[in-house]
């Protein structure tokens, strides 16, 4: 049994991983992390090239790195968690997340509210909306 956190980086999806990882070591979950990176493709001389490569990889891994140390630094007053797992995707991220949740027969989704512009559009986006619609399992919107 684990429970899915989504992270892109920003400070609402820090703040969904603390959420879950707080969850899960009350509750004695796994916690997986996943960081989806969105290949927009572009033509250059008629060859498909996707921008950023291994450069947006290396951040991905970055970001999932980052992410694991949040939620190892969101355990200590609740409990210990059994594991934290990460996973880097690359697809469209609200398919990829719940699709990766169906994977690993995941409990719960945490995901933020909405991207790196929650400050400036305090609305739930577009992301969070599609996760909750395609999940079959709850998922927890924090803001």
Do not use: F, N
């Not at 603390?18 to 009350?26: G, I, R, S």
């Not at 992301?127 to 924090?142: E, G, H, L, Q, R």
């Amino acid at each position: 049994m684990s429970y899915l956190v989504a992270t892109d980086g920003s400070a609402v999806s820090d703040q969904a991983i603390e959420h879950a990882a707080t969850d899960a070591a009350v509750r004695g979950v796994a916690v997986e992390i996943i960081h989806v990176l969105q290949p927009h493709a572009e033509i250059v001389d008629g060859e498909l090239v996707l921008p950023g490569g291994a450069k947006a990889a290396e951040r991905g891994e970055r970001l999932l790195a980052e992410a694991t140390r949040t939620a190892e630094a969101h355990t200590t007053d609740g409990g210990s968690l059994p594991r934290i797992d990460t996973v880097l995707r690359g697809g469209s991220p609200a398919e990829t997340i719940t699709k990766y949740a169906d994977e690993i027969d995941a409990e719960r989704i945490y995901v933020g509210h909405r991207g790196d512009d929650a400050e400036r559009d305090p609305r739930v986006g577009s992301v969070a909306k599609t996760i909750v619609d395609k999940s079959a399992v709850p998922v927890v919107i924090v803001k």
